[in-house]
Nanobody, 120 residues
Framework: QVQLVESGGGLVQAGESLRLSCAAS????????MSWYRQAPGKQRELVAV???????IYADSVKGRFTISRDNAKNTVYLQMNSLKPEDTAVYYC??????????????WGQGTLVTVSS
């Protein structure tokens, strides 16, 4: 059984910082990419940042220069450092991991989400 657990969300003022963490637990799999998504009320879920299995990174234009995704493979953990937060960053942030069980079987696992609220 696989679990992804996010932490680090909270309420901050504009210009402040937060660091989100997501740890994957379980057995019988390896992890390819790990990603962060976010969803604001009434809006579509959007991709924020990706760390691929090969170490490449992808960022949404709205967070470039402010957010940094990193990964600790030994702990199966991905982080999102969020600096210079803006009210428009307010959303529930979700961790996603692409799990590989074999050459013929893969699974996308999701965390429960952590709420980030940025006040004006």
């Amino acid at each position: 059984q696989v679990q992804l657990v996010e932490s680090g969300g909270g309420l901050v003022q504009a210009g402040e910082s937060l660091r989100l963490s997501c740890a994957a637990s379980g057995s019988g799999f390896s992890i390819n990419a790990m990603s962060w998504y976010r969803q604001a009320p009434g809006k579509q879920r959007e991709l924020v940042a990706v760390k691929t299995g090969g170490g490449s990174t992808i960022y949404a234009d709205s967070v470039k220069g402010r957010f940094t995704i990193s990964r600790d493979n030994a702990k199966n953990t991905v982080y999102l450092q969020m600096n210079s937060l803006k009210p428009e960053d307010t959303a529930v942030y979700y961790c996603e991991a692409n799990l590989l069980y074999s050459a013929f079987r893969s699974l996308d696992a999701w965390g429960q989400g952590t709420l980030v609220t940025v006040s004006s």
